[in-house]
């Protein structure tokens, strides 16, 4: 009898990864797993899976998390987040406990965490001795790459020159992080889907940086590892995500809060008990709200389907039915494929559709603001600035253009062009297209970009 797709071997190896490490791939993107399935499964596939299903596989997985789990990090990283979480954040703790603890999930070879002891050290905000990081990923060689603390030039590209000679030593393997600063880092192999009840006990941690991690995973993992995360905060502790990451859809444990250029969440408060005389009278209530309670919309279907689950965030879905669709190299469907790309992490793929949809006119515009992202996300923001001004030139009523132009433009210090960008952007912003709302929002309606075009305008104000 012929084996069905979804008994394959390779399929199956998806899905031990998938719920082994948390790592999602879509089919597109099967080819490494099929090559790396080849190689070590030498002594035959159905022994290979046997093996990795037993409960004596966990060296074998070692091996597969450091070949899958590469992450690319540098010092500094997103360091308006940083500087949010060591100037602001941190020191609300200092007078309620001796000791201020700080998780980095997902911290591959240590950049992230040693990043955090370097600026409390620089800013002074928060006493250093006081302050305890914790480093965890998957990944055993990058865990010991950053017990090492030895970097590459190319690791502290954004690490001004001042502070590399102070807190860093030239040695022949790279520039090796001075021992007191590297002392107050632990680091820990960790999965973050392992349930480890102890380690996620409440109140564990003050704040948690999971910054470019979940992009990786299936929703369903996501409000696992969230919910878990929410568990071992304190009352009131942050946590902070990746720019293009986001709860929405996710977990309504969190607030959204912004300072300056970062966005980051704070737990919010239990909600209120309920007293046994009101728990009485509750099954009426919610007979009565379920009475009021409206249908459920018809599950969507076709591009604009596509289109609507991207729009709450549900990309694991969006893709699903972006994939179960006829191929169409229609400039629509080559543009929603790119954003979900984007979103997923993958900025090669999302890049090269992006250049291929400059060409169609119908695209031009949302083609160069993705490939605005696409640099920004890799850390050009020079180049970001290039393609935002492509896009507004293509379509000079673009708000989200003007506006992620204008931010770009204040944080360079160029205090003329931002103001000019953000005051379009204010301006444009009521009539933004409902589609590049949908596309690029970011989890933001119409109302609340208002609010960033104008508190961004308003920062310009406070410079000049």
């Avoid at 480093?135 to 060689?141: A, F, Q």
């Avoid at 301006?427 to 989890?443: A, D, R, T």
């Amino acid at each position: 009898m012929i084996a069905t797709p979804a008994r394959t071997p390779l399929v199956r190896f998806v899905t031990l990864v998938e719920q082994r490490l948390g790592l999602h791939y879509e089919q597109g993107q099967w080819g490494e797993l099929e090559t790396l399935l080849a190689e070590r499964a030498a002594g035959g596939v159905e022994r290979y899976l046997e093996q990795l299903a037993a409960p004596s596989s966990q060296a074998e997985w070692k091996t597969l998390a450091e070949r899958l789990t590469v992450g690319e990090t540098y010092f500094l990283r997103h360091p308006t987040q940083l500087e949010t979480l060591v100037d602001q954040v941190l020191p609300t703790f200092a007078r309620q406990t001796s000791t201020i603890r700080v998780l980095c999930a997902g911290c591959s070879t240590g950049e992230e965490p040693y990043s955090i002891a370097l600026l409390a050290r620089e800013r002074g905000r928060v006493d250093s001795s006081r302050l305890r990081i914790l480093g965890i990923d998957v990944n055993p060689r990058a865990i010991a790459h950053a017990r090492r603390a030895c970097y590459s030039p190319w690791s502290l590209r954004a690490v001004p020159s001042a502070m590399r000679q102070q807190w860093f030593q030239r040695t022949p393997e790279g520039f090796a992080l001075q021992s007191h600063v590297r002392d107050q880092v632990i680091f820990e192999e960790r999965n973050l889907l392992e349930e480890a009840s102890a380690f996620w006990a409440p109140g564990s941690f003050h704040a948690i940086l999971c910054r470019n991690v979940i992009l990786y995973f299936p929703q369903d993992v996501i409000r696992k590892i969230i919910a878990r995360m929410a568990q071992a905060l304190v009352p009131g502790g942050y946590l902070f995500m990746g720019p293009s990451e986001t709860l929405r859809g996710i977990s309504e444990e969190f607030e959204l809060l912004r300072g300056g250029d970062a966005f980051y969440y704070r737990l919010k408060p239990p909600a209120p008990t309920v007293s046994v005389a009101q728990a009485v009278s509750a099954p009426e209530a919610v007979q009565a709200v379920a009475a009021r309670a409206p249908t459920p919309p018809p599950a969507p279907d076709g591009l604009e389907g596509v289109l609507q689950l991207l729009e709450v965030e549900r990309y694991t879905d969006a893709w699903a039915l972006l994939e179960s669709l006829p191929q169409s190299a229609s400039p629509r469907a080559l543009l929603l494929r790119a954003v979900l790309h984007l979103h997923a992490g993958r900025l090669s793929q999302a890049e090269q559709l992006g250049r291929q949809l400059v060409t169609a006119s119908a695209t031009e515009a949302p083609a160069y603001y993705l490939l605005g992202l696409c640099l920004e996300q890799s850390g050009d923001e020079a180049g970001a600035r290039g393609r935002y001004a492509a896009s507004v030139r293509a379509e000079p009523t673009f708000a989200l253009a003007h506006l992620r132009a204008g931010s770009l433009a204040r944080r360079a210090g160029d205090m003329v062009e931002a103001r000019v960008a953000l005051r379009m952007a204010v301006s444009l912003l009521p009539q933004e297209k409902p589609l590049h709302l949908s596309l690029f929002g970011g989890g933001f309606g119409r109302h609340g970009l208002m609010q960033v075009g104008l508190q961004e305008l308003q920062a310009c104000t406070e410079v000049s």
